[in-house]
């Protein structure tokens, strides 16, 4: 109170001039500065969101199974051809194995997507999993990703405030997501395809009978009418 100068109007004016600006100073600078916080966690929080989204999306991909074989196939699409070509007398066999190899392969390339994300978005012990998997893929040997998925679940509960999975609920081994094959689908598309040109068949024919119907009942129809006209 001591620099406040209240012996008149003008000296308290500028006492009372001088208080506003410092007191908008200190707003501003508040405000800029809860702005910037704000912005800042808002900017965390969609990297954690991204990075919790992606490591979802890895543990979808390499635990999606339970039963059958959990290991992934580390065979190349040229691996295969040389395959085919080995095989080339037995049709019907090397068939049903393209199929089956076909969707082996799309499960390895999903996996290996997963293996990158996890790589560069996951944390130091997700990464060296995933990492000495993807050197068992490139070293041509079956992978197993069930550790990789625990360290994945139990990082994925404790990021959205989960409790752990109870010590005595014991989860059955986890393998890669299988994908859904598309000879089935190419099959049933080509079905419907024939069943549509068969009703587009069918309805031609419908209409070529009934016009031809049409066509004779008018001629017969003409040529009665001109016998009438004769006999009269």
Known sequence: MRGFDFSSWQAIGTTL???????????????LAMMTIQQRRERENRQ????????????KTLGGSFTGDLSVDPTHLRDLRRRAAAQADEGLLLNAESAGSERMRRMRDAVEAALADIILLGTDEQVALATSAA???????PVHTAELVVALRDFIR?????????????????????TAGSAGR????????????????????????????VGGASVGSGGADSDAREGR
């Open 186 to 213: 190419g099959r049933g598309e080509g079905a419907n395809e024939r069943g549509g040109r068969g009703k587009g068949g069918g309805g031609m024919g419908m209409g070529m009978g009934m016009g031809l119907g």
């Open 17 to 31: 001039l001088g208080l506003s600006l410092i007191t908008i100073i200190g707003v501003g600078v508040r405000l």
């Open 48 to 59: 954690i969101n991204e990075r919790l989204r992606t490591l979802i999306a890895a543990y």
């Open 135 to 141: 050197q068992e893929l490139v070293a041509g040997r």
């Open 158 to 178: 404790q990021a959205l405030g989960l409790d752990p999975v109870p010590a005595g609920v014991s989860v059955p081994r986890q393998g890669p997501t299988r």
